[in-house]
Structures are given as C-alpha cells and as structure tokens.
T-cell receptor
Framework: GENVEQHPSTLSVQEGDSAVIKCTYS??????FPWYKQELGKRPQLIID?????GEKKDQRIAVTLNKTAKHFSLHITETQPEDSAVYFCADLTGTYKYIFGTGTRLKVLA | DGGITQSPKYLFRKEGQNVTLSCEQNLNHDAMYWYRQDPGQGLRLIYY???????QKGDIAEGYSVSREKKESFPLTVTSAQKNPTAFYLC????????????FGPGTRLTVL
C-alpha cells in the first residue's frame, strides 16, 4: 500500500549547523509534499511545501528538494537555532484528498 | 492558527463508553480529516470527507465513526469497539479544488480509564 518512510527518527545538531531530513514515498501519482513542525502538545504547523512540478523551493533558512525519479524529498534547515527544536513530519498527497504522513523526526538543536 | 476548533482539549472516559469529539471550521473548506497520534508516532488517518454527506475510511477506521451533515462540522465518535482509544486526536481541513494545504485544530487528548 501507500507509505512514506522518514529518516532519521532523531537528529541532534549544534546550533548554527545544518539539518537534513529525508522522506521516501511509494505512490508515483503523489503530487504534493508538505513538511510540518510540531512542538510538544501542539498542533502541526505547515512550514514549507512543494508540488510535483517543482524540484526545489526555499523560504529563508528552510528548503525542500524533490526527486521524482527516486521518489524522495528532503527538508533542509540551515543555520539552525534552538527554537528549531521540534518534531518534523513529512507527508504526501495521494489522489486529491488523502495524505500519508511519515513517522516524524525529533530534531534537537544544541546550544 | 486558522479557524478550526476542537473540543474538549482533554477528555476522560470509562472503558466501554462511546465518546464524541467535536471539530468545527469556519474557513469554508471542502475537505475535513481526522487523525490519531500516539506518543512518538506519526499521524494516522482515521476518516476523511471531501464534501458534505460523504466520507471515506482512512487506514485505521475500525472502532470509529463520523458524520458530515454540515460543511463546518465533522464530529468523530470513538466507539467501545476501538480496542486502544487513548491517544491524541487531531482534526484538519483543507480548501480542496486544487488548494492542498491542511490546517490543523489544536487537538483533543482522550484518555480511557
């Protein structure tokens, strides 16, 4: 069935370093790939997204890259700060309305 | 945080009781969703609805039921048939019609004693 694999499950980086989280999807018809940030006990918040007709998108310190041939997409955070510490989820949209989420990456930025 | 609300924030129920979680949105979104989140886990789709009076099962629908009688409302009932109902439940909505961004409610933490 459809699934999204997300790696790593935990990631610790020094403040100022970069962090990269990778997701692999299975449905070749997937056409939308969002990334969410979730702080403890809070709702997921969209931080960046990309559509299947685009290879890369950037928003200040955050970027997402998409490789449709390999069916994977990655989140890149540069110049990490302590407030970037959270759980990050990738997802893909299969069909028009059904989202499949990855299992999450707990990012810790060490001051 | 958009106009999507869930109530209550915390809910306690005895084993064997049905319980209904509320989700309301004033964003005029076509699509609404229910997810379950367990500690250290991702979001798993329970049910989703693309339009009023229509809904589809997600990956873990057993033991749950929903209704979509109004565009703004998508309540979720956790029945006694759900074997392990204690979890964090998140409702979401999206505009539909080619606009895919999902907006999440604040969640309801259900504890079954």
């Amino acid at each position: 069935g459809e699934n999204v694999e997300q790696h790593p499950s935990t990631l610790s980086v020094q403040e100022g370093d970069s962090a990269v989280i990778k997701c692999t999807y299975s449905d070749s018809a997937s056409n939308y790939f969002p990334w969410y940030k979730q702080e403890l006990g809070k709702r997921p918040q969209l931080i960046i997204d990309i559509r299947s007709n685009v290879g890369e998108k950037k928003d200040q310190r955050i970027a997402v890259t998409l490789n449709k041939t390999a069916k994977h997409f990655s989140l890149h955070i540069t110049e990490t700060q302590p407030e970037d510490s959270a759980v990050y989820f990738c997802a893909d949209l299969t069909g028009t309305y059904k989202y499949i989420f990855g299992t999450g990456t707990r990012l810790k930025v060490l001051a | 945080d958009g106009g999507i609300t869930q109530s209550p924030k915390y809910l306690f129920r005895k084993e064997g009781q049905n319980v209904t979680l509320s989700c309301e949105q004033n964003l005029n979104h076509d699509a609404m969703y229910w997810y379950r989140q367990d500690p250290g886990q991702g979001l798993r789709l329970i049910y989703y609805s693309q339009i009023v009076n229509d809904f589809q099962k997600g990956d873990i629908a057993e033991g749950y039921s929903v209704s979509r009688e109004k565009k703004e409302s998508f309540p979720l009932t956790v029945t006694s048939a759900q074997k392990n109902p204690t979890a964090f439940y998140l409702c979401a909505s999206s505009p539909g019609q080619g606009d895919y961004e999902q907006f999440f409610g604040p969640g309801t933490r259900l504890t079954v004693l």
